[in-house]
């Protein structure tokens, strides 16, 4: 199982961006795929989530509006769009997935959010 996030980096406030989370050694349609965010200092949260088979997605109150999960089974991708940053959308993003054999996190991509 391989989990790789990728995307993050310095970007400026109001700005989008995007994350992608690329997957392999499981059957990625059913697996459910989430994002997590740790900042420094505070504990991990989870930001949204994507379902596997029904494509259903869930978000964080704090990140409603903002923040889009969504999945290309075909590319066994899935993407986090960050719109109009804050700088407390500062954090190391974390890809997590479920499957029927168990539970994997990837190795986190970090987005820093400065003028």
């Known amino acids: 199982v391989q989990i790789v996030e990728s995307g993050g980096g310095l970007v400026q406030p109001g700005r989008s961006l995007r994350l992608s989370c690329s997957v392999s050694?499981?059957?990625?349609?059913?697996?459910?795929i989430s994002w997590y965010r740790q900042a420094s200092g505070k504990e991990r949260e989870l930001v949204a989530q994507?379902?596997?088979?029904?494509?259903?997605?869930d978000y964080a109150d704090s990140v409603k509006g903002r923040f889009t999960i969504s999945r290309d089974n075909a590319k066994n991708t899935v993407y986090l769009l960050i719109d109009s940053l804050k700088p407390e959308d500062a954090a190391t993003y974390y890809c997590?997935?479920?499957?029927?054999?168990?539970?994997?996190w990837g190795q986190g991509t970090q987005v820093t959010v400065s003028s």
């Open positions: 050694g499981f059957a990625f349609n059913s697996a459910s």
């Open positions: 997590y997935a479920v499957t029927i054999w168990g539970a994997y």
């Open positions: 994507i379902i596997g088979g029904n494509g259903r997605t």
